[in-house]
């Protein structure tokens, strides 16, 4: 093992980085564009729902585990192993995840990096750099790559200071400015027209759509993928928590913060989509589709911002950058995983293990970028669609069938002597055994035959 092992120096310094974690474009992009594709209000039903009575319990026995364990993921799930294959297993879902996080790291990257460039966009204009501000608007291989890099050198350079002077230093700055810009962007566009209509479209569910099966498999991998479920990077975090902390109201400010964002940003984006439309964008087919789902914050957004005269040039700034913050503090979580393992494993200094998986990750990023078309939908496929919902089962599992009863409950009540007079105490362990595993397995298996 190398030098003594980081933790997070207070409970806000936790919050923040796990929440930092959770939120991301997941929310800020992903959520509200799924919420506008998927039948609106209906949707954000049904992903509350999830949320809370699924991943919720999903992310505290990841937690839970790595608290357990305080250790990278393979030797936090290894801990709770007893007979010889279970460690085995141990070491398919705990490397598998950090994997998984790499992956995702290697396409979250590219989108950070369009978000980097539509940062900048707004400076160049300002400074009357026209050609520049062209090239930076406009998709290009050179542009991708560079941006791309850009992001993941940020990533590496947060994540080789370590847990407290890196992440939490780090988490602590940006996710309260994050809340702040999303505020007084929504105050801005609520005095557009076209926004109550929007507004009605996100709050007014139409409970007619609410049990389709597709609307539901979405939901839960929104869900997954926000609360960074099976990566091993809620694995991670817990092993940094002191074992004082209560870590169940913990998990419940996290998630409570993830799912309060998403909502808040579909207050922004939904109601920002409706007021292109009334100023002539193209959003919506005849059919009511939405048009261009993944690109659409930078079609429908630009044109929202060049509506507003030469302020729009910061509001689209604020924007961007704000995209960029919540980018960041979802990659250094992603490349906390791999990094941790490496270090404790391989005994290698914190720097070094950081550069050279940086470098590697930055290898994969480059070549999807350079395979756009063929590579980047396969990855989130495989990374978001599959194997997240798969690793997330799995530790379902291990805390469920593995974990040795006594000492799960043991460690239930650490940092949380009163904990077997509340309701997470009666219920947790046997929801977690049985109804998180089925129904995850079920709306698995439904996503995998559709
Ligand atoms: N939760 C992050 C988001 O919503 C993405 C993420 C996935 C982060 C997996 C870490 C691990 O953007």
Not at 23 to 38: D, E, H, K, R, Y
Not at 250 to 277: E, K, N, R, S, W
Not at 433 to 442: E, L
Request: with cysteine; hydrophobic share 55%; charged share 10%.
């Amino acid at each position: 093992m190398s030098a003594v092992r980081g933790e997070f120096s207070s409970r806000f310094g936790f919050i923040m980085a796990a929440a930092g974690s959770a939120v991301g474009l997941g929310n800020i992009w992903g959520f509200p564009t799924q919420t506008a594709s998927n039948g609106g209000a209906a949707f954000l039903v049904a992903y509350l729902v999830l949320a809370f009575f699924l991943a919720y319990p999903a992310l505290m026995a990841e937690l839970m585990i790595g608290r357990h364990g305080q250790a990278n993921a393979v030797v936090s799930l290894t801990k709770v192993s007893n007979k010889p294959w279970q460690k085995h297993f141990a070491f398919i879902v705990g490397f598998g995840g950090i994997l998984c996080a790499g992956f995702i790291l290697s396409f979250y990257a590219i989108v950070a990096g369009w978000m980097l460039s539509a940062t900048a966009q707004p400076i160049a204009t300002l400074a009357g750099a026209d050609a520049a501000s062209l090239w930076l608007s406009e998709q290009s291989l050179t542009r991708n790559i560079i941006f791309t890099l850009v992001f993941i050198v940020l990533t590496i350079a947060i994540i080789s200071r370590g847990v407290e002077n890196g992440i939490e230093k780090w988490s602590k700055r940006l996710m309260p400015a994050l809340l702040g810009i999303l505020f007084l962007l929504i105050a801005y566009v609520m005095t557009q027209e076209g926004a109550m209509e929007g507004l009605k479209a996100y709050l007014l569910p139409d409970f007619s759509s609410i049990f389709d099966t597709q609307l539901i498999v979405s939901a839960l991998g929104q869900a997954f993928f926000s609360l960074s479920l099976g990566t091993s990077v809620m694995i991670i975090y817990g092993s940094y928590i002191s074992k004082k902390e209560n870590l169940v109201s913990l998990g419940a400010y996290v998630t409570l913060i993830d799912v309060f964002i998403a909502f808040v940003a579909g207050l922004l984006i939904i109601p920002a989509m409706y007021v292109a439309q009334a100023q002539g964008v193209e959003i919506f087919s005849a059919s009511g589709k939405l048009l261009s789902e993944d690109t659409l914050v930078f079609q429908v957004l630009p044109a929202l911002f060049d509506g507003m005269g030469s302020v729009g040039l910061f509001v689209g700034f604020a924007f961007f950058a704000l995209m960029s913050i919540a980018a960041l503090t979802s990659s250094i979580s992603m490349l906390e995983a791999p990094v941790s393992y490496t270090v404790e494993r391989f005994a290698m200094k914190r720097i070094q293990a950081t550069w050279l998986i940086g470098v590697l990750i930055a290898v994969v990023s480059i070549t999807i970028v350079c395979n756009l078309g063929t590579l980047f939908g396969l990855v989130i496929t495989l990374t978001t669609k599959v194997a997240q919902p798969l690793l997330g089962l799995m530790c379902c599992i291990f805390v469920g069938w593995i974990w040795y009863r006594n000492s799960l409950l043991q460690a239930i009540q650490e940092g949380n002597p009163e904990v077997h007079n509340t309701l997470f105490w009666k219920v947790w362990p046997w929801y977690t055994k049985f109804v998180c595993p089925i129904v995850i397995g079920a709306v698995f298996v439904h996503s995998i035959l559709s």
